[in-house]
């Protein structure tokens, strides 16, 4: 991009935050805020992105991701799937003032099962983080099962993300796994099944990285 | 089809009737309402019947004998009436005008006026519900909608008779008497400067063809109807070029002393649409009734600030 172009993008940014044209979403996601915050977290961490093919082009999934100290792996997943040009919507927000809509401008949104059904409807990438593991590595953490129940009841792939970093450091290492196709079915056996079919995978990759 | 249409006074009634008097099927139609039709009336009959006076609602019913009813006597908090006077007629002229009809034969089909106010939105409330969401008011005039689609369901059940259940986004236009309109087109517009919430609306024209659809296309249920995208209150502020003005908290008393001083009253459902947001799924409309909004909230919202506040006209001396 010439100095000229990169000039009139961010006139262009400028004017449509002063005219009140931006575009918002529903859940009050703010893409071109994010895209840009994405791109300028280059200057904050170096990801090494591995099996970002595993990342359909388009449609609903639901990325389970892994938390050490859980402060910066929502951010840093967001900003590694921003290269596959999908914005990441991480379940988990407080519905309060101030945080939770600031959050939800980054594409956070609550974490309840409705919300996520009416994501995975219009086809959008949802994140859940398996808990937090502060103690040990290679422990993958637990999943929420009822977080699990929208994406088996409407089929929608299972992407497992391992993230390896210090929380201080500069380099993340990001990798994502093979999706798993879940096959239309619904009930507590079926969640518990998948949920130890991601933590299975999550931990072979974070062994990787 | 002998169409009765409740609330013909409104804005939207007025536009659902002068479409219907346009169409062949359509033998007759009769608006009853407390105020008169907003325009004039070529081929429907009005009645001037005050939904708070119940015998005189269903003697009207009975006497005209419709098959097809187009329930739109839903009476808005502060849009045409205070806010009591405005849920009590709607409530007292929903039971008396689904009273009327549960004793009538050859009825076909009834079409409900509802809104999105119906979710409600409690604290951790799913931010765009569709219809299979339970409803869960948090407002009187959510509340009030949701007694009428209640009662509207008990008369499907009881006669048959396929009931289609409208839940529309709020509505603006320039010459829609809403408070939402009112307020957003105040010269300084408090926003919510904690939340900032997005909340979607409904063109005045994309909910007429819509309840017209909806007659034709008889499907019993609920559908949310619903423009797409959604705006902030302060994207509508900016886009008016009004002065957006962030306010929280107690703030908020305050400014709706302001704002009914100024002329837009607030009633509770507008508080909670601008501190909490109002949007809601409206993709299975057009699979049910066979109708898509032509509008989005962008446009909704450009199309309320087209109409220009006052005018002032140029006065020469030698003529005055």
Redesign the interface.
């Known amino acids: 991009m010439t100095p000229v172009e990169l000039a009139r993008s961010v006139a262009d940014i400028v004017t449509r935050r002063?005219?009140?044209?931006?575009?918002?979403?529903?859940?009050?996601f703010d893409a071109e805020l994010t895209g840009l915050l994405a791109d300028a977290s280059r200057l904050r961490w170096s990801i090494e992105l591995r099996g970002a093919d595993h990342v359909p082009a388009e449609g609903p999934a639901l990325v389970v991701f892994t938390r050490r100290y859980g402060i910066s792996e929502p951010y840093v997943a967001a900003a590694a799937l921003h290269r596959t040009r999908r914005p990441l919507r991480v379940v988990g927000v407080p519905?309060?003032?101030?945080v939770?809509?600031a959050l939800r401008r980054l594409g956070g949104?609550?974490a309840?099962p409705?919300?996520m059904t009416?994501?995975f409807?219009?086809g959008e990438v949802v994140a859940i983080p398996l808990s937090r593991t502060p103690r040990d590595r290679f422990d993958p953490g637990a999943i929420d099962p009822v977080l699990l129940e929208p994406a088996l009841r409407l089929g929608v792939p299972v992407l497992p993300v391992a993230l390896a970093g210090r929380e201080l450091g500069r380099r993340w290492y990001v990798e994502i796994g093979a999706p798993i196709h879940t096959t239309l079915r619904s009930g507590p056996l079926a969640d518990a099944e998948l949920a130890e079919q991601v933590r299975a995978h999550v931990t072979t990759m974070l062994g990787h990285a | 089809m002998r169409v009765l249409i409740t609330g013909i006074g409104g804005e939207l009634g007025t536009r659902v009737a002068m479409l219907l008097e346009e169409e062949q099927e359509v033998e007759s139609v009769l608006g009853i309402d407390i105020d008169p039709p907003r325009r004039r009336m070529r081929r429907a009959d009005y009645m001037r019947v005050d939904p708070l006076r119940r015998q005189r609602t269903i003697d009207a019913v009975r006497a005209f004998e419709p098959s097809a009813v187009l329930h739109l006597g839903i009476y808005e908090p502060n849009a045409r009436t205070n806010a009591g006077p405005a849920l009590k007629r709607t409530e007292i002229g929903t039971l008396a005008t689904f009273g009327a009809l549960s004793g009538l034969d050859g009825l076909d089909r009834i079409v409900v006026r509802s809104g999105i106010e119906v979710y409600g939105r409690r604290r951790g409330a799913p931010s765009f519900p569709d219809e299979t969401t339970p409803p869960d008011p948090t407002t009187s005039f959510g509340s009030a909608l949701l007694h009428v689609e209640e009662s509207a369901l008990a008369l499907a059940e009881s006669t048959g008779v396929p009931v289609t259940v409208l839940r529309m986004a709020p509505l603006v236009g320039p010459h829609f008497p809403s408070p939402l309109g009112r307020y957003l087109r105040l010269p300084v517009v408090p926003v919510s400067g904690v939340f900032d919430p997005p909340f979607s609306l409904l063109h005045q024209e994309d909910a007429a063809h819509a309840i017209v659809a909806a007659l034709h296309a008889g499907h019993p249920g609920i559908v949310n109807v619903v423009g797409h995208g959604v705006v902030t209150g302060l994207q509508a502020a900016r886009m008016g070029r009004r002065v957006a003005l962030p306010i929280f908290g107690p703030a908020w008393h305050s400014a709706r002393l302001v704002s009914n001083l100024a002329g837009a009253p607030m009633p509770d459902h507008v508080v909670e649409l601008l501190r909490r947001g109002r949007t809601a799924d409206g993709c299975r409309v057009e699979e049910t009734i066979g109708f898509r909004p032509a509008h989005s909230t962008p446009d909704v919202v450009k199309h309320l600030f087209e109409w220009a506040s006052v005018v002032y006209l140029e006065v020469e001396p030698e003529a005055a």
């Open positions: 002063v005219k009140g044209t931006y575009s918002i979403d529903p859940w009050g519905d309060m003032p101030v939770g809509p949104v609550l309840r409705e919300e009416s994501l409807r219009v």
